[in-house]
């Protein structure tokens, strides 16, 4: 077995050599592939990414809905009563109000003013994310705010400095000056750079019609809550639901789910990389069962001075194997390059996991897209492939 593993090396590495410009352009649409596939499957993991960062943070276990709004955290609405409530049921440790708006950052010189989402939390208590820099929020009424690291590059405001939020009230612009108290890591929510300030400075400052500029009832999207005991989940949603009127609940992952598109756009991009995939198996079925058809009478030289139809066939394995883990590495080498000049505005993220699972996947078309050439050249009679036969 070992002679015909070291045979079948030579033959393979002997034939790639000496026509290394064939195997090389081969290994070039390889790595195209490579690099398509790679930035697919980072383009999905930083979509993702962007819609659920906020959430898949949160320390919280579950989140309030008003009853009735599909798990969606913008058609929901709760009072401050809920709170109240929810805060008396045996087994929450901690719960907070959450509001979510959609404003504007205005800066005084010539920068493009930039969309955000502006989070209203309650200082102290879940939902309020932690600050790599700087300080967390102090009090309810405080006119501060933590940014996300994201917004933090895209402005480059550091700690200390005063932003403007524009606002529409009713049908007046409003600016709003808050000071940033500091920033945390990335906590993007619905794909936007993220502010979190105090609740009651948020209900003061957020977009509001005519008909709430007068309202004094505080209204917040949900109510996040932490358990004393994670293990006992489904307990604590049973009696959320039983005393607390008119709610439902839900856990993060369930709420991820619900966020409007996030399961059709990964739907959508992971077609993609399968069809990428399928398309990588054709390229190097096609490229090698041309290569085997090509070389048919020296295949069957080989097998006519005595050469085994397993050596035959490692030959080929390794062949392909070779090609593909060239193409496969050149791929990764100009992706790794590419992704150091993308702006932080592209929503790409390379996983580590996603990123080694598409490596391995794309390792493993090329065998696979060589079985049908693989078995063609085991089948060669070595007195028809060199015209000898009747």
Do not use: C
């Not at 960062?53 to 709760?78: H, P």
């Not at 930039?114 to 700087?134: N, S």
């Not at 480059?156 to 400095?161: I, S, T």
């Not at 929503?347 to 897209?369: D, E, H, K, Q, R």
């Amino acid at each position: 077995m070992r002679q015909i593993f070291s045979i079948s090396t030579y033959l393979a590495i002997k034939e790639i050599w000496r026509n290394r410009g064939r195997f090389l352009l081969v290994s070039l649409v390889i790595a195209l592939i490579t690099l398509l596939v790679l930035f697919i499957a980072a383009l999905g993991e930083g979509l993702g990414n962007g819609n659920r960062e906020y959430l898949s943070k949160l320390n919280a276990e579950l989140i309030v809905f008003q009853e009735k709004s599909d798990f969606l955290i913008q058609a929901s609405r709760l009072g401050k009563d809920r709170l109240a409530q929810i805060r008396r049921v045996d087994g929450v440790a901690d719960s907070g109000l959450f509001g979510t708006a959609n404003a504007t950052l205005v800066f005084n010189d010539e920068t493009e003013p930039l969309k955000i989402a502006l989070l209203g939390i309650e200082p102290g208590h879940v939902g309020e994310p932690p600050v790599l820099e700087g300080t967390q929020l102090s009090t309810d009424l405080a006119r501060e705010t933590i940014i996300d690291k994201n917004t933090a590059i895209r402005t480059n405001l550091q700690v200390g400095d005063l932003l403007t939020v524009r606002v529409t009230q009713g049908t007046r612009d409003e600016f709003y000056e808050l000071r940033v108290s500091g920033i945390s890591d990335g906590q993007q929510f619905a794909l936007q750079p993220t502010i979190f300030v105090p609740f009651y400075t948020w209900d003061r400052i957020r977009p509001k019609s005519e008909a709430e500029l007068n309202a004094s009832n505080l209204v917040a999207n949900v109510v996040l809550v932490k358990l004393e005991n994670p293990s006992q989940l489904e307990l604590v949603q049973q009696r959320l639901e039983t005393q607390v009127d008119k709610i439902e609940t839900a856990t993060k992952i369930e709420t991820i789910q619900a966020l409007p598109g996030y399961s059709a756009q990964q739907s959508t991009l992971n077609t993609q990389g399968g069809f990428t995939l399928f398309i990588g198996i054709l390229v190097i079925g096609g490229f090698f069962q041309i290569q085997i058809l090509q070389k048919v009478a020296q295949i069957g030289v080989l097998k006519a001075i005595g050469t085994a139809n397993p050596a035959v066939a490692i030959s080929s394995i390794i062949q392909i194997t070779l090609v593909t883990l060239i193409g496969v590495l050149i791929g990764g080498l100009f992706t790794f390059m590419f992704s150091l000049f993308f702006p932080p505005t592209v929503p790409i993220v390379f996983n580590g996991t996603t990123s080694a699972i598409a490596i391995v996947a794309l390792i493993l078309i090329g065998p696979l897209g060589g079985l049908v050439s693989i078995r063609y050249a085991v089948r060669i009679e070595p007195l028809k492939a060199l015209g000898l036969s009747s």
